[in-house]
T-cell receptor, first 112, second 117 residues
Framework: AQSVTQPDIHITVSEGASLELRCNYS??????LFWYVQSPGQGLQLLLK??????LVQGIKGFEAEFKRSQSSFNLRKPSVHWSDAAEYFC??????????FGTGTKLQVIP | GAVVSQHPSRVICKSGTSVKIECRSL??????MFWYRQFPKKSLMLMAT?????????EQGVEKDKFLINHASLTLSTLTVTSAHPEDSSFYIC?????????????FGPGTRLTVT
């Protein structure tokens, strides 16, 4: 069965610092991978997705992620974090029957 | 584009009553919609997959008689929580897949906060 692991439950970074959120997946075939962001009390917004092709994908709000098949990873990065980036981030993998399996999320705190 | 709405955004009901939550795709047709439940500080748990014009497919452990799902049109799916109890209190999120889109590409609604007293 497919699964997603986000090893960091909570991360704190200073505004302007770089960010990397880790995501590892387990899936038997070529994965479809996603990163979503959720602000408190809100739904999920798609940041970026990987289906095929270039392993470095660009998303909205200055985020990017790199698919590394050998490491089964899809880490999310941003070179300079803004206070408005504070939120919960979910990595997800596309599974069978169109279902998406989500990781447990990483809560990002940004300090001035 | 690809906007999904949910109504209501927040609802409080008494134990034993039923609550209906609507999920609408506003600017696209969605043959498939999904209903998730999110517990505090937890990830999203898929409850069921809803296909237009057919019965929903429920995930293991989800009571289909308690969580009634209807997908009557290509733009509307409803989740009815029947005989709600305090343990049903949660954040419910729907998503919709674009009919002509890539597999797995889903757009999420803003969620509905259900509180059962």
């Amino acid at each position: 069965a497919q699964s997603v692991t986000q090893p960091d439950i909570h991360i704190t970074v200073s505004e302007g610092a770089s960010l990397e959120l880790r995501c590892n997946y387990s899936y038997g075939a070529t994965p479809y991978l996603f990163w979503y962001v959720q602000s408190p009390g809100q739904g999920l917004q798609l940041l970026l997705k990987y289906f095929s092709g270039d392993t470095l994908v660009q998303g909205i709000k200055g985020f990017e992620a790199e698919f590394k098949r050998s490491q089964s990873s899809f880490n999310l990065r941003k070179p300079s974090v803004h206070w408005s980036d504070a939120a919960e981030y979910f990595c997800a993998v596309g599974a069978s029957y169109q279902k998406v399996t989500f990781g447990t999320g990483t809560k990002l705190q940004v300090i001035p | 584009g690809a906007v999904v709405s949910q109504h209501p955004s927040r609802v409080i009901c008494k134990s034993g009553t039923s609550v209906k939550i609507e999920c609408r795709s506003l600017d696209f047709q969605a043959t498939t919609m999904f209903w998730y439940r999110q517990f505090p500080k937890k990830s999203l748990m898929l409850m069921a997959t809803s296909n237009e014009g057919s019965k929903a497919t429920y995930e293991q452990g989800v009571e289909k008689d308690k969580f009634l799902i209807n997908h009557a049109s290509l733009t509307l799916s409803t989740l009815t929580v029947t005989s709600a109890h305090p343990e049903d209190s949660s954040f419910y999120i729907c998503s919709a897949r674009v009919s002509t889109g890539l597999p797995y590409e889903q757009y999420f609604g803003p969620g509905t906060r259900l509180t059962v007293t």
